[in-house]
């Protein structure tokens, strides 16, 4: 049982690694790399190495995800919604 779950682990890690590197979208090359990052720290649980594990969540899918999704914001890749609704907004208008 345990080695068919770790083949489907490791599955979904070889299918986040390509969908990463094939995707266009910025912000969904980061939540892919963060469930990257927390299905490796499963894998290191189930390899008996919870301190690689904690490290692996915290650093790869906490303190690197973050630090991606405010490098997005500060190059203006990620707009708020209000920006996009006032951008709608003139479209609506000349309607």
Not at 7 to 18: D, E, P, T
Not at 43 to 65: C, F, H, M, R, Y
């Amino acid at each position: 049982m345990t080695e068919i779950l770790n083949y489907i682990l490791l599955g979904f890690l070889v299918v986040c690694a390509v969908s990463v590197s094939f995707s266009k979208n910025l912000l969904n090359s980061i939540l892919i790399f963060m469930s990257y990052s927390l299905v490796m720290s499963v894998i290191w649980i189930l390899l008996k190495s919870p301190d690689l594990a904690i490290t692996e969540a915290a650093v790869g899918a906490g303190i690197t995800s973050v630090l991606f999704f405010i490098t997005l914001k500060k190059i203006h890749a990620i707009q708020s919604g209000k920006r996009e609704e006032e951008e709608d907004e003139p479209e609506k208008r000349a309607e």
